[in-house]
């Protein structure tokens, strides 16, 4: 299925929707969101997964940079993720870095 | 044993998935380990795409291959770019080749996601072609 | 007026006043009512002085310098009433005509005074001269009463020095300078505060003693532009600055623009390294002109081979002969000089190795000039830096006769560190040696890390830009076929050569300067910059451009806009190094008495990889007191991943109440990839694990 990330920005919350498969293909359309969410200088990113269908560690990258390059301030969700890419995460110990929950608020 | 070639761009990968997803779930595998065997495969052809072919300014094929026994299954990704074997951070020489897979540090957080996943995973290079091999047993 | 008897005149000819004139000091010298003239060769028979009025094709008068003013080889003579602006002065010197003994006087040529302290002929850079001017590079008088105030050399610590190596033409000749006197000294003034904001605080000038653009000036084969000897390695007068690089070159008032732009470089804390170049001269071999050392005294000034020829360990035709007494005389009256004259605060010895050649050209384990200049007491606070070989085979990098005040240009380094950056197996083990100042080469006899020139590149080779933009040099322009310049430039394009649309190889490209420049400013040594590259200059290229006026030398200001991150993320490294004394050791830890030790680490902490298949490895550098008592002084971290992916490297732990801070992070882009110094951000949510990514660097600091 065709990769999406859809972007809207709640009062100070970011909140992008991932849809279908994260490759290496597609990773710079996330991280260009990931880029335009940061511009607004949110103080959370909340990140909808459960459409999310595959996850590669170009992915993970993406989202590991972001969490770097954001900071301390700035809190990132990761909701919905499936078993399979909340496993990718957990190898990397990513999830460490977010809060992870099955739905949002 | 069913063979495909693709030409090695990154657009490539989507089509690969899908091949090793249809292969699994011929086999009958679990839903588990159908994801886990297709990132392996999606780390590695993303290396020899990025790292075999376009950092080094060349363009070539990977060569799909997939074969089902009554005993495993197994994906082989064969390719002509640079010499690169997953396992190490090195380029491999002949004596490399016979090493076992413990002996060495895996490098690389894709890398380490594709390897963790599999059953078995091979690494051989003879006449300027890369051969991956991933194995996952079925139950 | 009473004026003392010996400004009295004692002689005539044809109307002009004379005197016995002093031996000393050398060359010309404005005495009560006159100008004293001195000069020496050893084999000449007779010396006339030939003066001109500035710029007639044809001598105003030809005075033959009595026997009677001659003591020992020096014939020296004063002149009354002469108009100093308006005067040129040369030599004929009468001798032997023996070139298989090394003599080759020739009474027909009219000679430059080799301490001729302004220099005509080339007032203005590449205005075709006249070619038949019997005398092309004319001495001239100046007056020296330079108003330097308070100014002195500023002696700042070698250990502290950033240094930034430039051409004086080149950086400001560009249209996009926008500077009112483009590509002069003036022009250079003016961009003091770019200078500033980028931090560098020393300058090295490439040669601006005067020299000759159009020698061996020919038109490209291909473009029929004009090559010109561009760079500038080849004396004709080691006391005069250049004239067409200065505004008021025209004027005549070169002397003066340049100890201005001394002046105001101090002015700013910025110290001023000239680039000399002693080994040959621009006189070529026995085919090249005779303008001055030849007529003179040849046998004293080359080094020559027994029948007579010129030994080129410059491979530029001739070697200048600087275990000569004479000669070696000659080079430290230049140099305290220009110390002295013009505050210049150090030296860089262009092919050192050959000052260590005896008369003969063999090594010599004890060199006289170096050794004299290592302990003359004009030049004790000046820095000496050599580059270490020459053209002749001889390679001193780590062996060079130092007498502990010299430094060299770590050649070294610069090979090291590329072939690192690239990817190459099994370099950890020698990067390791170059972060900690080459104890390898400078740490047997004590010599420190700041006998190392810590460099990537320099004016020979590529640009930092080109260096991962190109595999392979690409100097047709030079009109040799490409088959000039070195080819071992351990450069990698990123995936495309040379110009390209692709992103991800511009993203790439990026990271590796970063990282070039992060390796760079964090490592023991003493740190130097080409010009340029902080805003990622490129040469399109080409590795050699040692004959091109134009943009390919040319300093491109547009450049600062397009690539501001680039120059953000090096303004913020050298601001780095500046506030850590951690960085900027004077003596290698370790082997010294210094209480702080660079600490290995690697993707795992405390545990190195040393192994060929390794590309990465991590530094810790602290006090050793750091965290105890009252000392709360950071510790710093680097992680350096050439391995193309990304791999976690486990922190090492930091003392009580430390945390780690994030400094830089190449594997982010622009303005992300590095913060102020003291303003680094906490590492969140753990400080045991950092993700370093493919092919970057990442800095740390610890602190309370």
Partial sequence: ?105 | MIQHSLPASLAALSDIRRLVTQACQTAGLSEDATYRLALAVDEIATNIITHGYEEQGMTGDIVVSLDQTDKDLTVILEDTGVAFDPRAQSLPTAEDLDKPLDDREIGGLGIFLALAGVDRFDYQRSDNVNRNLFVMNLA | MDTRIDFYPTHQHQGYKLRPGRPVPFGATLVPGGVNFAICSRYATSCTLVLFEKGASTPLVEIPIPEVFRIGNTWCMVVFDLDYERIEYGYRMEGPWDPRVGHRFDSSKILLDPYAKAIGGRDVWGEPPDWNDPYPHRARLIFEDFDWEDDRPLETPLADLVIYELHARSFTRHSSAEVKHPGTYAGLMAKIPYLKELGVNCVELMPIFEFDEFENSRPNPVTGETMYNYWGYSTVGFFAPKAGYAATGPLGMQVDEFKNLVKELHRNGIEIILDVVFNHTAEGNEQGPTLSFRGIDNQTYYMLTPEGYYFNFSGCGNTLNCNNPIVRMMVLDCLRYWAAEYHIDGFRFDLAAILGRDPWGAPMPNPPLLESLAFDPILAKCKLIAEAWDAGGLYQVGSFPAYGRWAEWNGKYRDDIRRFLKGDEGMIPALAQRLQGSPDLYGWNRRGPTASINFITCHDGFTLYDLFAYNYKHNEANGEQNRDGGDDNHSWNCGAEGETDNSEVHALRQRMIKNALAILLMSHGVPMILMGDEVGRTQRGNNNTYCHDNDLNWFDWSLLERNTGLFHFARQMIAFRKTHPLLRAREHLGISAVQADFIWHGVHAWNADWSPGSRTVAFMLRERQAGQGGNTNPVLYMALNAYWDALPFQLPELPINYRWHLFANTALSSPHDIYEPGHEIPLEPYQDSFLVGGRAVVILVGRP
């Fill in chain 1, 1 to 105: 299925m065709a990769f999406s990330a859809n972007l809207e920005m709640t009062g100070s919350e970011a909140r992008i929707t991932l849809e279908g498969e994260l490759d290496a293909a597609v990773a710079d359309q996330f991280r260009q969101t990931v880029e335009r969410a940061a511009q607004e200088k949110p103080q959370k990113l909340v990140l909808f997964m459960d459409k999310l269908q595959f996850m590669a560690s170009a992915g993970l990258r993406v989202l590991v940079f972001a969490k770097q390059r954001m900071g301390r301030d700035v809190a990132i969700y990761v909701i919905g993720a499936t078993g399979p890419v909340l496993n990718t995460m957990q190898m990397s110990g990513f999830h460490q870095a977010v809060y992870l929950q099955e739905s949002y608020p």
